[in-house]
């Protein structure tokens, strides 16, 4: 293994506009992706000739301004927000990669995780530990592709993947896009790429399609992005999202979609809790918009675990879409009850228990007036490890609260992640340890509703093409379970 868990679930970005100096749209497009990382920030800006990288720890708006961003020429470029957690927050581990092989060199930014690094490594000949992360091991495969290793299985000419809606033909010269249809084969598990050389940018998503990427243009270039709002704050206009398995190639010749994977790993898995807790509200997944299956999953909740109480109120900011489904169906006043600092990033990222539960006084401030000597519904989109909602339960005690009956819009979360949400192990998962009595006594609530499998596929528009692995255990790629520490391994 690479690493202990998986860690990575990020934000990309690609802009191709000639004519313009793009860095300052990639920088509002991440900008507007910096709820998918805010661990490292960066950008990669090809002027035809040379790529020049900007990377750095921390913020979108504290690693750039406008001397580091004129230091990006160029009217081409890639971007990357990384998502943090505990240990893996070096420097070495933010993106966009940048490699120099073949005649210039590429840039690469990833969102998800592989699930077969073990294999992968073993056939680059590299020992475990020597690369620390998977998207630097793709970066590895690609560049030791474009220097002329194979991996075994080259690519014939008769398996040239078809052109699906273009009149250009595959270009075999170069290096990079030979590479990608060499390497991506390949990979198994989560990924969402945009590889950048100097020339091209190539927005890659997995079989599965389990992180978001979608595709936008100007009248005069084009724009890849992990969310449609990155789309909307530089006035692109969204073309669709890219399909599970799809790989499209944006150059001056125009723009050209490859299907490089077999047709039978093609099955659309789009992860649900981008729907509950990841994505934006105002992003578009798979054609709905998010803030309306979040309205809809607490309109659901709200038939299939209603309570008399006073004042419903959601949990800033991914729980205030269900609890407003929530107040509408049940037919009880929506309040608002909980004030966010919105300078405040997530809690959930901070590494210890006390840390992220201290981190909850610091983002949410009761409001009094609504809260005291009132029977409330508290909504919220998920619990994890439980932390920052015992946290929370805890505060509208204090302010007065007479009942808290917490009621939460996607079913116990009890199984880790391992396509591209960091999730904690399972000894750390609330649901996955004790039993709906003992999380409502820890907690302290006066009752605890999860809404149902089914009720939140039906919110989602059926549930068929999402990964609901962290849900029901169910993994689309399979993963090996460690009886003994009970955590996943990675096969
Ligand atoms: P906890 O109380 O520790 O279980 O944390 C639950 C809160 O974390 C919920 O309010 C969610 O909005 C948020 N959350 C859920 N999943 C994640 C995630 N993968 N990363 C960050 N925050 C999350």
């Known amino acids: 293994m690479l690493y202990e868990r998986p860690r990575d679930a990020c934000g990309v970005f690609g802009i191709y506009r000639p004519g313009y100096a793009v860095a300052h749209m990639a920088f509002d497009g991440l900008f507007a992706l910096q709820h998918r990382g805010q661990e490292s920030a960066g950008i990669a800006a090809s002027d035809g000739n040379t790529i020049t990288v900007v990377k750095d720890m921390g913020l979108v708006a504290s690693v750039f301004d406008d001397r580091t961003l004129s230091t990006l020429d160029g009217d081409m470029a890639i971007g990357h927000v990384r998502y943090s957690t505990t240990g893996s927050s070096t420097w070495h581990n933010a993106q966009p990669v940048y490699r120099s092989s073949g005649e210039a060199g590429f840039a690469m930014g990833h969102n998800g995780n592989l699930t077969n690094t073990e294999m992968l490594l073993s056939r680059l000949g590299l020992l475990p530990g020597i690369l620390s992360s998977d998207s630097d091991l793709v970066?590895?495969?690609?560049?030791?592709?474009?220097?002329?290793s194979r991996f075994g299985d080259t690519v014939a000419d008769s398996d040239i993947p078809r052109i699906v809606d273009s009149s250009y033909a595959i270009d075999r010269t170069v290096d990079l896009e030979t590479a990608c249809l060499e390497v991506l084969p390949l990979l198994e598990g989560a990924f969402s790429f945009v590889i950048m050389d100097t020339t091209r940018i190539i927005g890659v998503r997995d079989p599965n399609g389990f992180r978001p990427l979608c595709l936008g243009k100007f009248e005069d270039g084009w724009v890849l992005a992990s969310e449609t709002p990155a789309l909307d704050v530089i006035g692109a206009k969204l073309v669709r999202e890219l399909d599970p398995g799809e790989m499209i190639i944006i150059s001056a010749s125009g723009i050209r979609s490859l299907q490089p994977f077999s047709p039978h790993k093609i099955e659309p898995k789009l992860c649900i809790f981008e729907y509950v807790y990841f994505a934006r509200p105002d992003s578009i997944l798979d054609g709905l918009e998010v803030?309306?299956?979040?309205?809809?999953?607490?309109?659901?909740?709200?038939?299939?675990?209603?309570?008399?109480?006073?004042?419903?109120?959601?949990?800033?900011?991914?729980?205030?879409?269900?609890?407003?489904?929530?107040?509408?169906?049940?037919?009880?006043?929506?309040?608002?009850?909980?004030?966010?600092?919105?300078?405040?990033?997530?809690?959930?990222?901070?590494?210890?228990?006390?840390?992220?539960?201290?981190?909850?006084?610091?983002?949410?401030?009761?409001?009094?007036?609504?809260?005291?000597?009132?029977?409330?519904?508290?909504?919220?989109?998920?619990?994890?490890?439980?932390?920052?909602?015992?946290?929370?339960?805890?505060?509208?005690?204090?302010?007065?609260?007479?009942?808290?009956?917490?009621?939460?819009?996607?079913?116990?979360?009890?199984?880790?992640?391992?396509?591209?949400?960091?999730?904690?192990?399972?000894?750390?998962?609330?649901?996955?340890?004790?039993?709906?009595?003992?999380?409502?006594?820890?907690?302290?609530?006066?009752?605890?509703?999860?809404?149902?499998?089914?009720?939140?596929?039906?919110?989602?528009?059926?549930?068929?093409?999402?990964?609901?692995?962290?849900?029901?255990?169910?993994?689309?790629?399979?993963?090996?379970?460690?009886?003994?520490?009970?955590?996943?391994?990675?096969?």
Not at 139 to 148: I, Y
Not at 293 to 302: F, H, Q, S, Y
Not at 312 to 329: F, L, R, T, W
């Open 139 to 148: 970066a590895e495969m690609l560049a030791a592709s474009c220097e002329g």
């Open 291 to 491: 803030n309306a299956t979040r309205r809809k999953m607490g309109e659901l909740l709200a038939e299939q675990s209603p309570v008399d109480a006073d004042i419903v109120m959601g949990v800033p900011d991914s729980g205030v879409p269900a609890g407003e489904g929530y107040a509408k169906a049940s037919g009880i006043a929506y309040g608002q009850g909980l004030v966010k600092n919105r300078y405040i990033g997530r809690t959930f990222i901070n590494p210890s228990a006390d840390a992220r539960a201290d981190g909850v006084r610091r983002k949410l401030n009761p409001l009094k007036s609504t809260i005291e000597d009132r029977r409330i519904i508290v909504v919220d989109d998920s619990i994890v490890r439980g932390t920052t909602t015992k946290a929370l339960v805890r505060m509208l005690r204090e302010s007065g609260a007479k009942e808290v009956h917490l009621r939460i819009s996607s079913p116990p979360f009890e199984w880790p992640c391992f396509y591209g949400i960091d999730t904690p192990n399972r000894d750390e998962l609330l649901a996955a340890n004790l039993s709906h009595k003992e999380i409502e006594e820890f907690l302290g609530v006066d009752s605890l509703a999860f809404l149902s499998l089914s009720n939140l596929r039906l919110a989602v528009g059926g549930g068929k093409r999402n990964c609901d692995a962290c849900l029901t255990g169910n993994y689309p790629i399979p993963v090996k379970v460690d009886s003994i520490s009970r955590r996943l391994a990675v096969s």
